[in-house]
C-alpha cells in the first residue's frame, strides 16, 4: 500500500497538483460524513429563533473563511490548510444540493449525480489531464484541423 501512495505523491508533485487532491480528498471525505450523519442522526437538527438551519449554510461560511485566509496568508502549510477548508465546505454544500435544487427532498437523487460528476471532473483534472492534453494536439488538431487547413489552401 505503501507504494501507491509513493507513486500518487510523486504523480502530483510532478503536475503540481497538490492543492487540487486536498481539496478534492477532503471534498469526498466530509460528504461522506455529512451524508453519514444524517443517516445516523436524522432528528437532530440546528434550530436559531425557530428557523432550521441547514449545514449548507456551515458549508457556505467555510468556503467563505478559506477564500478570506487564502488572501491575507501566504505559506505553503497554510495554502494546504485553506484547500482543506474549502474542499470541506464545497463537500458539504453538495451534500445538501439535492435540498436546494428541490427546496425540501434532501435524498433526492440529483445529489448522488453532482457528487459523481464532481468526482470524475476532480480524477480528470488530478491524473488525465495529460492524456487529454495529447488527444486534443494529436487526434483533433492533427486529423481534423490539418485536414481543414489543407482543403482551405488547395481552394
Known amino acids: 500500500m505503501q507504494w501507491v501512495l509513493s507513486i500518487i505523491k510523486e504523480e502530483l508533485d510532478k503536475r503540481r497538483k497538490e492543492i487540487p487532491f486536498i481539496v478534492f480528498v477532503s471534498l469526498f471525505i466530509s460528504f461522506a460524513a455529512a451524508r453519514t450523519f444524517v443517516l445516523l442522526f436524522p432528528n437532530i437538527n440546528l434550530i436559531w429563533r425557530g428557523y432550521h438551519i441547514h449545514h449548507f449554510f456551515l458549508g457556505i461560511f467555510i468556503i467563505i473563511l478559506s477564500g478570506g485566509l487564502t488572501l491575507h496568508y501566504h505559506g505553503k502549510h497554510f495554502t494546504r490548510l485553506c ?37 470524475l471532473i476532480f480524477l480528470n483534472y488530478l491524473f488525465f489531464f495529460d492524456f487529454w492534453e495529447t488527444l486534443e494536439r494529436d487526434v483533433i488538431y492533427k486529423r481534423f484541423i490539418k485536414k481543414i487547413l489543407n482543403k482551405i489552401k488547395r481552394k
Open 83 to 119: 484547500a482543506v477548508l474549502y474542499g470541506i465546505g464545497l463537500g458539504i454544500i453538495i451534500d445538501e444540493i439535492g435540498l436546494l435544487i428541490t427546496l425540501g427532498n434532501y435524498w433526492e437523487r440529483i445529489t448522488y449525480d453532482v457528487i459523481t460528476y464532481v468526482v
